[in-house]
């Protein structure tokens, strides 16, 4: 595969748009969308996500996500097999018959995705057709959707982005004239989810909603009225979505840390005419909380040097999180994807003495994490190993989107994370 690195800078006159932006493009070490089944599955109680793909893709998610052994699993793998690719079936033919057994069997599934990947990618099998064929048949009973999580030019992050997306269009319109309402994007565990919401509340934001809902049946309804927060960075085709029906992003920091909670919350308060005092008041427990717990970690990560390399998309705000609050010092901040105005505000605050890149070149930024010797290296799993070998210390970025990360309460264990691996390379120093 050819390589090249550009360095660039961008188009919109702000000062981080002038921020120059390394672009890498060559070989890429990173799971692919099917990824994001493991916490999509958990937190849409009602859906069920089929794949259309290869074993390649059964695999990974059965050892992703574990072989569940006494609940009924809510996501499977029709496996393609050499006839499908070669052309010799009718692969809809084939897919109806999968999903007419599939429903027959399982009445608790309301939302059924079919999930592309790289093989039905390949041979083009076309899902969306499949996904409006099936729902003419399912439907009231069973909602069909479709989108992709394959592999080819992804990051695993994407796979939520392209299943959220798919949603928007089934949400209900809400009247040009309902009063204004709020939408959290992204998925979030439900204790986390339950903790903001339990924050608007005391604001006195009451009409608040969740993409996913909890039961991808009890879709929050949006309008030109419905103003919406991202809780994750890699959500750009949900946020176009959101905005062709009407909603506007409400701009912040993305709820990470004490500071980065703050800002998140504040862009909804003013919104929505919150009182500043009142604010303060209802934030203020919570951030202290936060802002304690981080410290417990400060004297372990102050000064240290972290390098990202390109992985789940959250490395612009963590790097944020970890200079501005625990004076880390970000050397290399490598995302596959970076959105320039959705991370403007993250981008301002991560110090200009750090290398932005884009896109990856494994190989060149293995050599640059060599040459650069950081403290801390936060990478794939495939990279951590080797990495580690070479008395580098690493942290696996997966763990980042598996554990509960944002808000104030989550916000030590978020510090924690960092500190483990260095703590860990301590005392086998010792
Ligand atoms: S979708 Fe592509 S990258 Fe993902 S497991 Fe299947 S074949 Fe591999």
């Given at each position: ?181 709020l939408l959290i994007v992204g998925s979030l565990?439900?204790?986390?989810e339950?903790?903001f919401l339990?924050?608007f ?7 608040v909603g969740c993409l ?8 929050p ?7 919406y927060l991202l809780a ?23 709820p ?8 998140w919350?504040?862009?909804a ?162």
């Open positions: 595969m050819s390589a090249a690195s550009t360095l660039t800078g961008c188009a919109t006159p702000s000062e981080t748009a002038q921020r120059p932006v390394l672009r890498e493009r060559g070989q890429r070490e990173v799971f692919c969308g099917l990824t994001g089944i493991v916490w999509l599955h958990r937190k849409m109680q009602d859906a069920f996500f089929l794949v259309v793909g290869s074993r390649t893709c059964a695999h990974l998610l059965q050892s992703a996500a574990g072989v569940m052994i006494f609940a009924e699993p809510r996501f499977a793998t029709a496996i393609m097999e050499e006839r499908d690719l070669a052309g010799m079936v009718d692969c809809q033919d084939e897919l109806d018959r999968v999903v007419g057994r599939l429903l027959e069997r399982r009445p608790d599934i309301k939302t059924l995705f079919l999930v592309g990947s790289c093989p039905s990618e390949v041979i083009k099998l076309d899902l969306a057709k499949a996904a409006e064929r099936l729902g003419a048949q399912h439907m009231p009973a069973v909602r069909i959707l479709n989108y992709s999580g394959s592999g080819i030019e992804t990051t695993f992050t994407q796979g939520e982005d392209a299943c959220l997306a798919a949603l928007v269009p089934e949400m209900p319109a809400a009247s040009p004239d309902a009063p204004q309402d565990p439900d204790i986390v339950d903790q339990r924050l509340a005391q604001l006195g934001i009451e009409r996913p809902a909890r039961n991808a049946r009890d879709l309804s949006i309008g030109p009225n419905t103003r994750q960075p890699f959500l750009a085709e949900t946020a176009m979505a959101l905005e062709t029906r009407g909603a506007q992003r409400l701009d912040a920091l993305f990470f840390g004490a500071e980065g909670t703050t800002s919350l504040k862009a308060a003013d919104a929505f005419d919150v009182d500043e005092m009142h604010f303060n008041r209802v934030i203020a427990p919570g951030r202290e909380r936060a802002k304690r717990a981080i410290s417990h970690a400060k004297a372990q990560l102050e000064g240290k040097r972290i390098s990202f390399l390109p992985d789940s998309q959250l490395e612009v705000p963590l790097a944020r999180f970890l200079a501005t609050e625990l004076d880390m010092v970000p050397v290399e901040v490598g995302t596959p994807y970076l959105h320039r105005s959705h991370c403007a505000q993250e981008l301002d605050l991560i110090p200009p003495s750090a290398r932005i890149s884009e896109g990856q070149d494994v190989e060149r930024q293995l050599d640059r994490v060599r040459a650069d010797k950081p403290d801390l290296t936060v990478c794939g799993l495939g990279l951590a190993n080797p990495l580690e070998s070479e008395g580098l210390s690493t942290k696996w970025a997966i763990e980042l989107v598996f554990s509960p990360i944002h808000g104030f309460d989550q916000a030590g264990d978020l510090a924690e994370l960092f500190a483990r691996p260095l703590r860990r390379r301590d005392v086998l120093e010792v």
